[in-house]
Structure formats: C-alpha cells, structure tokens
C-alpha cells in the first residue's frame, strides 16, 4: 500500500467526506503540506464539533431518563 492509499484509507476511517479526502489528498500530491494540514485540522474540528453535538444530546437524554426515572419510583 503507498502512503498516499493509506492517507486515503486513514481519512476514510477517521469519517472524512469522500470530497474532502480528495481534496486533501490532491494536496499532498501536489506537496503542499502546509494547506494539506490546514485541511486537515478543519476536519478535526468538524469531528470534534459533531462530538460535542452529540454529547449535547447524550447529556438531554440523561436528564430526561434521570426526570421520568423519578416519577416512576
């Protein structure tokens, strides 16, 4: 497997969009690092911004689970 097969693999699995890999990857091929990395970290913080939404509704489920638990007993 050549670097870039598994750069495309590792985006892939990290949930990266096709067209945001493409992009990424056809910066690496052009050895832009810099705008690559860039790239990169943008999709970082799109995770990490899914992360926290979902953590949101975790923490809403929790309180309505803790609400309604109480009721019951």
């Given at each position: 497997?050549?670097?870039?097969?598994?750069?495309?693999?590792?985006?892939?699995?990290?949930?990266?969009?096709?067209?945001?890999?493409?992009?990424?990857?056809a910066?690496?091929?052009?050895?832009?690092?810099?705008?690559?990395?860039?790239?990169?970290?943008?999709?970082?913080?799109?995770?990490l911004?899914?992360?926290?939404?979902?953590?949101?509704?975790?923490?809403?489920?929790?309180?309505?689970?803790?609400?309604?638990?109480?009721?019951?007993?």
């Amino acid at each position: 497997m050549t670097e870039k097969e598994r750069l495309m693999q590792g985006l892939s699995d990290a949930g990266c969009s096709a067209e945001a890999s493409s992009l990424i990857c056809a910066l690496y091929t052009a050895g832009d690092s810099k705008a690559m990395l860039r790239q990169m970290r943008r999709q970082r913080c799109e995770l990490l911004d899914e992360m926290h939404e979902s953590q949101r509704k975790l923490d809403r489920m929790d309180y309505l689970i803790r609400r309604h638990g109480k009721k019951t007993d």
